[in-house]
């Protein structure tokens, strides 16, 4: 018995004469081809589409595009890396038909078109709308924060700064009082001692001084955080860990768990995204009514207001939050509002009326109170730790969060689907594709970045895969005969049968009723 041996590397072999003999006809990099070759990148906002007529000539837009999306699609995201690719990788040697940019071009085209890369993701929506894999019904809104090029040590608030001047000052203090008593003690001797001291109160001064100019800055930009590598990035928790990056913000569409509409921000925290996320889905989902489900975080009721008014209905549970409920007391969702009489009816049964108006965060709200009831109730030591009340608020708007808690009530599995459909995408972006922290520095290259990120996931879903599998395993057979033909009957050459594949395979989908309705890329990219 032997191992199984390849060729002798020497020996001359019968190879394919084209490059396209090595890339498989159903190969997703075919697919990237036609997906590129159909956009409008003018109207999508790259630069150069047009080459000049003089001067050196420069890489076409879609090449780039094409080696970036094949990039991101199989973990490749770094410049150098991409650059290596172009000369050993069968694949992007066909992609890009030989070509061979260094990675300074590479990375400027990302970097000089960063804002168009979004343009692209949603034309790939917009077709994935078409091929009709959008359920369009029910739509999960989540973020998760990604690392920036920022260290953790290299970000500042103002309390953290404040803390290192006082450091520094009273380390001040404690060497100059030193100098001091060196100075005497020291005296005939030669005074290392105290040089040693005199540069590190030197040093001292330099770091305080730094600091000190970074408050000034800080007080200046009115910001919370400066971030010193990303000026963009912000410090925020995942988990219980803190770390310095974004917060990505996606719309997910329950029916294939796909993106329909993502975004980047350096807000810290989720609260007030919720419509800012959701209403573009809504509006490229083409609907007029869906439904939107959130986690607490999304919490907040003029948000929560907007985004009904914008035609979806919101799910977002209310978070258990107060000083009753970290006292252990009846909570106020165990109190019922009564609407018609506008009392809240409490857990011993009494009715808690309007009492006086205050403002919170700009909005009205009203007290709800019966200090008689109160007084004499059995229930009080579970229900309030002052002397004689209990006392319910209630904002002037508070029907919509009533809506939901009841929208809830009737749907509460809406909950787990949430959670099964957006963590899908973050899990996979994370895990599968290795997405660890951003490469580039800046809100809009991180946008670019996290842009190339969402297509490449919705690309190779399983979702997308089968829809286009579908196609592609027709434009195999449709080849096959045709290779036949042109080996058999015509008896040309080999370049000549490969030549006669499909010319390109969008208008394939669209012919094959695949899609919703029969629009060319180029539309759909002029409508996006
Ligand atoms: S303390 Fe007042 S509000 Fe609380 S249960 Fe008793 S009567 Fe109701």
Redesign the pocket.
Known sequence: MTHIFGFERSQLLLLPEAVDDYVGIDNPVRFIDQFVDGLDLTAAGFNRVTPKATGRPGYAPGDLLKLYIYGYLNRVRSSRRLEAECHRNVEVIWLLRTLKPDFKTIADFRSENRTAFKAVFRQFTLLCKDLKLFGRELLAVDGTRIKAVNNKDKNFTRNSLEKFIKAVDERLEEYLKRLDEGDVAEAGTDGSRVKNLAEKIEALRKKRGRYGALLADLEKSGESQISLTDSDSRAMAAHTKVGVGYNIQIAVDAKNKMIVEQEVTNQVVDMGLLTETAEPARAILDVEHIDVVADRGYFKIEDIEACEKAGMTPYVPQPQRGSSVKNGL?RKDEFHYDAARDVYV???G?A?SRNHESTLHDLKRFHYT?PA??SA?P??VR??TTAN??QVTRLENEAVLDRVAARLKARPWVLDRRREVVEHPFGSIKQWMYQGAFLTKGLEKVRAEFSLTALAYNFDGPSTSSALGVATTEIRGEMREKRRCAWGAIGKSRANAVSTRPATLIPFLIDQNLCAQSRSPMDMILQG
């Open positions: 009846f409490c857990p011993a009494e808690l019966n009831a109160c109730c229930l009080r229900c309030t009340r209990r």
